[in-house]
């Protein structure tokens, strides 16, 4: 039921076609669907020993006129409980800021897009965000997608960034072979 932004179709491509070639050129179809979960950790239990999770959050209107909102909450960035905070013109900016607030370097969204899977109540919405990090050490410049679902549309796009975020740090450590 989902609908992936075409930059993310040809990013995961990459991902399938590495797996391919890793296992003799090919996949069944239960392996893409896990494969797809685990590299942006899309509808994966939540684990306690989770690197990025969102615990609990608000999101606060500054200014209504001016739709200015204001996000507290805590969340485990890198393994640590933090509570951060941040400001922006919605509710994706305001995230932003919190988690530039947390990250050495600076996050960007290059690309995000959401849509509602199901009917009525029973709704959930599904975000997929793509994330640009920049830094002062190699590699200066990194992508990653994150993509998450819940039923607060707040909530999914915020676990979305969580997720990408998680990936950054990710490829940041496998580049430099250190540890955040």
């Given at each position: 039921q989902?609908e992936l932004?075409?930059?993310?179709?040809?990013?995961f491509?990459?991902?399938?076609?590495r797996?391919a070639?890793?296992?003799?050129n090919?996949?069944?179809?239960?392996?893409?669907?896990?494969?797809?979960?685990?590299t942006?950790?899309?509808?994966?239990p939540?684990?306690?020993?989770?690197?990025?999770?969102v615990k609990?959050?608000k999101?606060?209107?500054?200014?209504?006129?001016?739709?200015?909102?204001?996000?507290t909450?805590d969340?485990?960035?890198?393994?640590?409980?933090?509570?951060?905070?941040?400001?922006?013109?919605?509710?994706?900016?305001?995230a932003?800021?919190?988690?530039?607030?947390?990250?050495?370097?600076?996050?960007?969204?290059?690309?995000?897009?959401e849509?509602a899977?199901?009917?009525?109540?029973?709704v959930?919405?599904?975000?997929?965000?793509?994330?640009v990090?920049e830094?002062?050490?190699e590699p200066?410049?990194?992508n990653?997608?994150?993509?998450?679902?819940?039923?607060?549309?707040?909530?999914s796009g915020?676990k979305a960034?969580?997720s990408?975020?998680c990936?950054?740090d990710?490829?940041a450590?496998?580049?430099?072979?250190?540890q955040n």
């Open positions: 989902l932004p075409r930059r993310l179709q040809a990013s491509f990459e991902v399938v076609q797996a070639r890793d296992s003799d090919s996949i069944s179809y239960t392996d893409l669907i896990e494969l797809f979960r685990q942006y950790q899309y509808d994966v939540e684990r306690e020993d989770r690197r990025h999770a609990k959050f999101m606060e209107d500054i200014d209504e006129e001016s739709g200015r909102k204001r996000l909450g969340f485990i960035i890198n393994g640590k409980p933090q509570s951060i905070s941040g400001e922006g013109n919605g509710s994706l900016s305001a932003l800021d919190a988690l530039n607030s947390a990250f050495e370097g600076k996050v960007s969204i290059k690309e995000y897009s849509h899977i199901g009917e009525g109540s029973e959930k919405a599904v975000s997929y965000v793509e994330l990090w830094g002062e050490m200066k410049r990194l990653a997608w994150g993509v998450a679902s819940d039923t607060d549309i707040a909530a915020l960034l969580l990408a975020s990936t950054i990710d490829l450590l496998k580049m430099t072979g250190s």
